[in-house]
C-alpha cells in the first residue's frame, strides 16, 4: 500500500517563472492538502482539496492555486515565483467521512528553491 | 482565534535521558489533538492522536497526554535514542463542517551522545 507520493522531490526555478507539484494521495483517501513549510518554521496551511473543489483556504495569494483529478490526485500551481516561495511543500491526504479520523498522511515533500 | 503554541523552541538532551515536551492550544470547538514527528527535510509522521474523552495514549517510548479542561498536552519520550532527534509537531483540528487543523510551531530536539 503505497503512502502518499510527490514529485519532484527537489527543483530549482528562476524568479517569475511558474512550477507545478503533483501529489498521489495515500490509497483510499480522498482529501488532499498542501503546506509550504519554510526553513525552521511549521508547516504553513496553503489549501484543500476535496471531491475537486477547493475546501478551505490560508493566507496566500492568488498565485497559489491548484487542482484535484478524479482519481484524487493533485497538482500545486505556483505562479510568477518570488524568492520568498523557496521552501518545502507538503502534501498531506486524509479521509472525510463518517467514522474516519481525519488524520493527516503525509509525503515527504517537495524542496522548491528560487534563485 | 485558534492558536497553538509549543515550548520548549529547542531542547538538547543526553542519549538516554527522558524529555517532555508541551503544547497548549486555543482551539475550539476541540475535535482532535496529534503529535508528528519531522526529520529534516522529510514529511510530518504521525505518532498519536487523541480525541476529547482520551488523556493518554503511547506508541513505544513515545507517551502522549491530553487534559482537555486547561488544553495542554505533553509528549513523553522515554530512554532517548539519537534517531529522536527531530522537530516534534503539535496539531490540533478543529470541528467544523470540516476538520480544521492547526499547526503549532514545533520542538526542535536534539539528541547528542
Known amino acids: 500500500d503505497a503512502g502518499v507520493t510527490q514529485s519532484p522531490t527537489h527543483l530549482i526555478k528562476t524568479r517569475g517563472q511558474q512550477v507545478t507539484l503533483r501529489c498521489s494521495p495515500k490509497?483510499?483517501?480522498?482529501?488532499v492538502s498542501w503546506y509550504q513549510q519554510a526553513l525552521g518554521q511549521g508547516p504553513q496551511f496553503i489549501f484543500q482539496?476535496?471531491?475537486?473543489?477547493?475546501?478551505q483556504r490560508g493566507n496566500f495569494p492568488d498565485r497559489f492555486s491548484g487542482h484535484q483529478f478524479p482519481n484524487y490526485s493533485s497538482e500545486l500551481n505556483v505562479n510568477a515565483l518570488l524568492l520568498g516561495d523557496s521552501a518545502l511543500y507538503l502534501c498531506?491526504?486524509?479521509?472525510?467521512?463518517?467514522?474516519?479520523?481525519?488524520?493527516?498522511?503525509f509525503g515527504e515533500g517537495s524542496r522548491l528553491t528560487v534563485l | 482565534k485558534n492558536q497553538v503554541e509549543q515550548s520548549p523552541q529547542s531542547l538538547i538532551i543526553l542519549e538516554g535521558k527522558n524529555c517532555t515536551l508541551q503544547?497548549?492550544?486555543?482551539?475550539?470547538?476541540?475535535?482532535?489533538l496529534r503529535w508528528y514527528k519531522q526529520d529534516t527535510g522529510r514529511g510530518p509522521v504521525s505518532l498519536t492522536i487523541?480525541?476529547?474523552?482520551?488523556n493518554t495514549k503511547s506508541n513505544g517510548r513515545y507517551t502522549a497526554t491530553l487534559d482537555a479542561d486547561t488544553k495542554q498536552s505533553s509528549l513523553h519520550i522515554t530512554a532517548s535514542q539519537l534517531s529522536d532527534s527531530a522537530s516534534y509537531i503539535c496539531?490540533?483540528?478543529?470541528?467544523?463542517?470540516?476538520?480544521?487543523?492547526?499547526f503549532g510551531p514545533g520542538t526542535s530536539l536534539s539528541v547528542i551522545p
Open positions: 496539531v490540533v483540528s478543529a470541528k467544523t463542517s470540516y476538520d480544521k487543523v492547526i
Open positions: 487523541m480525541t476529547f474523552s482520551e
Open positions: 503544547c497548549n492550544y486555543t482551539v475550539s470547538p476541540f475535535s482532535n
Open positions: 498531506a491526504s486524509s479521509q472525510q467521512g463518517v467514522g474516519a479520523t481525519g488524520e493527516l498522511f
Open positions: 482539496y476535496y471531491e475537486e473543489e477547493e475546501r
Open positions: 490509497s483510499g483517501h480522498d482529501t
